[in-house]
């Protein structure tokens, strides 16, 4: 790898958000210490950071894709209370799977709906998705008559709890993960990979062999790694890299574009209902405000992440990054106890400065790309 690579890979563009949440995590450890709180860097706690951002990863990964293929979607959340109100509403008859299957199959119908308005009425996808995102809300308030919901069977509750509570020991898991990242980085001679694979090697060995994550955690990682291996390595990949960089160009050349944009508005949603089936499995009831607001949070992530809102760009390890950020400045607001009144204050500036860095890199990288030419 020569030394302009190592420069473009260690740039803010391409590692900021990993620098931002190495900067940030070390100085929460820092005041902690200071204050004389138990340890800020610890396995317990890192855990539980992981965990909050769980279901905002979740969703931001499919919402990764779909700002990639250059479309938008605000109703994620919306879509993930239905989840969890359909589940809610019919667990308790008819069973926990069938309930989960009926309430992934009522997103994923949502996001095929918004899907062909945006591209066969040829309506912007951020007035459509907006439009969705009150009335599914609505649909809401009717299935719950504007009141909670909880399930009253023991057992069906249980299936509930166990399929979001459940622990996985996370040593091995991240022992596999680093080797295989290992064997990919001396495979093909990736350094960035091969320095990945020591982070997990290092994170393992720091966690030692007693170390739990959460079963939502485990989904995330194993969303992520699936959806980043298609992005990465498949004809599909490409092929939506390509709809979001040129739509046109991509149709010119054979890509199905509707297909494509349309798919990637089916996945957002089926993701969405995905973390609504964990948050109802959380709580084992659900009320008509749950989730509200949690869509700009998923969009805040994807952001962080170095997303770009034009399409073409994006990386969903970054987004996943950018939503642990997010919930470790929440972490630190609550264990050393900052304020909350101004939480809302430094994420909104933390985006935002971030999003100057992504656009500031971007133009410079294109000025000196026209230079060298």
């Not at 589940?87 to 069973?95: K, M, T, Y």
């Not at 299957?101 to 009522?106: F, K, N, P």
């Not at 700009?296 to 962080?304: N, P, Q, R, S, W």
Request: net charge positive; aromatic share 8%.
């Amino acid at each position: 790898m020569s030394g302009q690579d190592w420069r473009r890979l260690l740039s803010l563009r391409e590692a900021g958000v990993y620098y931002a949440l190495a900067l940030l995590i070390a100085a929460l450890a820092g005041i902690a210490a200071s204050r004389g709180l138990p340890a800020y860097i610890s396995g317990q706690n890192l855990g539980n950071i992981a965990y909050q951002a769980s279901l905002v990863g979740i969703m931001g990964v499919a919402m990764t894709v779909m700002l990639i293929t250059g479309a938008f979607d605000l109703s994620v959340a919306s879509v993930a209370a239905l989840a969890a109100a359909v589940l809610i509403a019919l667990a308790g008859q008819v069973g926990f799977p069938a309930a989960a299957v009926a309430a992934l199959c009522t997103a994923g119908a949502i996001g095929l709906l918004n899907g062909a308005i945006v591209q066969f009425v040829g309506i912007n996808a951020f007035i459509v998705t907006l439009g969705t995102l009150t009335a599914v809300r609505g649909l809401v308030l009717i299935l719950t008559d504007g009141r909670s919901l909880m399930v009253e069977r023991p057992e069906v509750l249980t299936q509930m709890l166990a399929f979001e509570s459940g622990r996985v020991s996370a040593f091995w898991l991240l022992l596999v993960i680093g080797a295989a990242l290992l064997g990919y980085a001396l495979a093909r001679r990736r350094v960035s990979s091969a320095v990945g694979s020591v982070v997990l090697f290092g994170c393992a060995a720091f966690a030692g062999r007693d170390f739990t994550l959460a079963a939502p955690v485990i989904y995330l990682a194993l969303f992520t790694a699936l959806v980043g291996f298609v992005l990465r390595f498949t004809v599909v990949g490409r092929r939506v890299y390509a709809v979001g960089g040129n739509a046109e160009a991509a149709r010119l050349s054979g890509i199905n574009v509707n297909a494509y944009r349309i798919g990637a508005f089916v996945l957002s949603s089926v993701a969405a209902g995905f973390a609504g089936i964990l948050f109802a499995c959380r709580l084992g009831a659900i009320n008509p405000t749950a989730l509200q607001g949690a869509e700009l949070t998923v969009i805040a992530a994807a952001i962080l992440g170095g997303t770009s809102l034009f399409g073409g760009a994006g990386s969903v390890v970054k987004t996943v990054v950018g939503a642990l950020l997010l919930f470790t400045l929440t972490n630190g607001f609550n264990i050393l106890n900052l304020g909350a009144n101004y939480q809302g204050l430094i994420e909104g500036v933390v985006v935002v400065a971030a999003a100057a860095i992504y656009t500031v890199g971007a133009g410079r990288a294109r000025r000196t790309k026209g230079v060298s030419a």
